[in-house]
């Protein structure tokens, strides 16, 4: 019943003219419109995500005053380090050993069929439900105008939502085109273990040089004089003080983002690509397209690296074990990092 609503068109027409009945009934005459109410919701604007001026001597003090989180971040800085001299260590040696070429080598088992027609139909209700969010935040701030901290609670909750949404569809949609659920998203308990320390090696072959070319990249932008735009998970974490809603973005950043793209980019989308086109162009296409919603275009070459090493690792492994535990690790690193940041520069300030 469930495969048949989902992939039939009544679905799709009727919550395509729900929302444009709501979008328009939304800004009656004498009222204001979802966009003039957004305009005239208040910004909070005496934080900002990240210090216009860092006094060097004040963020030392922060680490004697706050020795637990100098700790962690020696300790976070260390790793890090030591993945980076792993890395090319790692990247070195399989390169002198040929076993570079294992890279390219696709599994045996490859990756379970999707279609552009259910990658289309996950898409289109995706956006649909997106849509919805910012009606509700409108609608949030009209009743409760001047809300800045509810600003940022209603952005967490709206994407954690999303993601939530796009894991159940994924889910649904994966109902009915295999043996099981996780079949049919490339899960399996008997390649567990050999997939993750797959994806946990390419990841440390890789790692370097991701922040090698991000580090470059910021350079020359620097120079330019550009300025890279904010993304919504990076305003959450340096402006938000409450520890329920760090909490909240902590997991959203660490556990239910990383699954939701995990299984869309890589279960589905990947997937899709592959039945169309060659691995490289499939691996190199979900890759951008991974980086197009971080909406960083700084950050766009390192994220495509990121997003490509995933796709590899899914199609290398056909377990998505591999890529979802190096896309956790990956952002529980830079959460971590991001915290403790946060925290000194609230000593510091």
């Known amino acids: 019943m469930i495969q048949r609503i989902l992939r039939g068109r009544l679905l799709y027409l009727l919550a395509g003219a729900l929302i444009v009945f709501i979008y328009v009934k939304a800004g009656p005459i004498g009222s204001p419109t979802p966009y003039e109410a957004a305009k005239a919701v208040p910004a909070d604007e005496t934080l900002a995500w990240w210090p216009t001026g860092l006094d060097p001597a004040a963020f030392k003090d922060a680490v004697v005053r706050e020795p637990f989180l100098g700790v ?25 050993t040929g076993q570079i070429r294992g890279v390219f080598r696709a599994s045996s088992r490859g990756v379970p069929p999707w279609s552009f027609g259910e990658l289309g139909r996950i898409i289109a209700l995706a956006l649909m439900v997106a849509s919805l969010l910012p009606l509700l935040s409108v609608a949030w701030h009209v009743q409760h105008p001047g809300g800045g901290d509810d600003r940022r609670l209603g952005m967490a909750v709206s994407m954690l939502f999303l993601d939530v949404f796009v894991i159940l569809l994924i889910l649904a949609f994966a109902i009915g085109k295999g043996p099981s659920v996780g079949m049919a998203l490339g899960w399996s308990r008997s390649r ?43 305003e959450l974490i340096f402006q938000e003080h409450r520890p329920a809603v ?49 909406t960083n275009p700084v950050g766009f070459l390192p994220i495509t690296v990121l997003g490509c090493l995933l796709a590899d690792l899914y199609e290398r492994t056909g377990s998505l074990a591999s890529p979802l535990a190096v896309h956790l690790l990956h952002n529980t690193l830079l959460m971590s990092l991001a915290l403790v940041f946060r925290r000194l520069l609230v000593v510091a300030g």
């Open 72 to 96: 962690t971040l020696s300790v976070l800085t260390m790793v890090m380090v030591g993945m980076g001299l792993g890395g090319m260590a790692l990247s070195g040696w399989a390169l002198w």
């Open 192 to 234: 567990l273990w050999p997939s993750i320390t797959t994806g946990l090696r390419g990841y440390l072959a890789v790692f370097p040089w991701i922040f090698i070319l991000l580090f470059i990249i910021v350079e020359v932008a620097r120079s330019l004089g550009l300025k890279p735009p904010v993304e919504p998970i990076q």
């Open 246 to 294: 760090l909490g909240l973005i902590v997991v959203l950043a660490c556990v239910v983002g990383p699954v939701a793209e995990e299984l869309f980019f890589r279960g589905v989308l990947y997937a899709a690509l592959r039945q169309r086109t060659s691995r490289l162009a499939a691996v190199v296409i979900s890759g951008a397209a991974f980086s197009l919603i971080h």
